[in-house]
């Protein structure tokens, strides 16, 4: 290195590259907290979302790689508050479960969550059980879902948990006792 070159470095050292910075992650009345704050008062519903879900203030891959914001929120969602988003998803529940006002306030949080998560599509068996009113069986025919047996296998093998499982455990336990 030449002497000219070693001063203009000591004069202008190269740039040094920006911090990563992670966005603040807020979990269960944490998160609950933090949505009030920035939107307003919840619901008891878009409370139970928010604390299943989360709140994280900036933009980060979820655990399946999926670029997400906010209370979980996706694709189309993730440039909306949660409560523009809530309207969205309570709209669609009402679409797929004609009784949905008429459910108990479990029942309605279990519909949501699901819906919320995208675990309710029309052709599941489930969700045609439950418009029936056959309850318990759309709560059986609830965990037969991929996902969850999947993490259930894993849970047994590595004894690694996953929030989900609980999540569509309780989901089910709440629609058995509608």
């Known amino acids: 290195m030449c002497m000219a070159q ?3 470095e000591t ?3 190269p740039p040094v590259p920006p911090a990563i910075v992670k966005p603040q992650q807020f979990y269960h009345d944490g998160a609950v907290r933090e949505v009030i704050k920035r939107e307003g008062s919840l619901d008891a519903i878009q409370k139970y979302i928010v604390q299943h879900e989360g709140f994280v203030g900036g933009d980060y891959d979820d655990t399946k790689g999926v670029s997400t914001s906010g209370v979980g929120q996706t694709g189309i969602y993730k440039d909306k508050t949660f409560k523009e988003t809530y309207e969205i998803h309570k709209q669609k529940a009402k679409e797929l479960v004609p009784d949905y006002d008429g459910l108990p306030l479990n029942g309605q949080k279990a519909i949501m969550s699901l819906i919320y998560r995208g675990d309710i599509k029309k052709d ?3 969700l045609a059980s439950l418009n029936k009113g056959e309850y318990k069986k759309a709560a059986k025919e609830l965990l037969n879902h991929k996902e969850y047996k999947d ?3 894993r849970k ?3 004894g690694k948990d996953s929030g989900i499982i ?3 455990e ?3 336990e709440y629609i058995k006792n509608i």
Do not use: F, G, M, Y
């Open 124 to 126: 599941h068996e489930w």
């Open 11 to 13: 004069i202008n050292p």
């Open 166 to 168: 609980k999540r569509l």
């Open 6 to 8: 070693a001063q203009a």
């Open 156 to 158: 047994k093998e590595t």
């Open 151 to 153: 993490l259930v296998k």
């Open 170 to 172: 309780e989901a089910s």
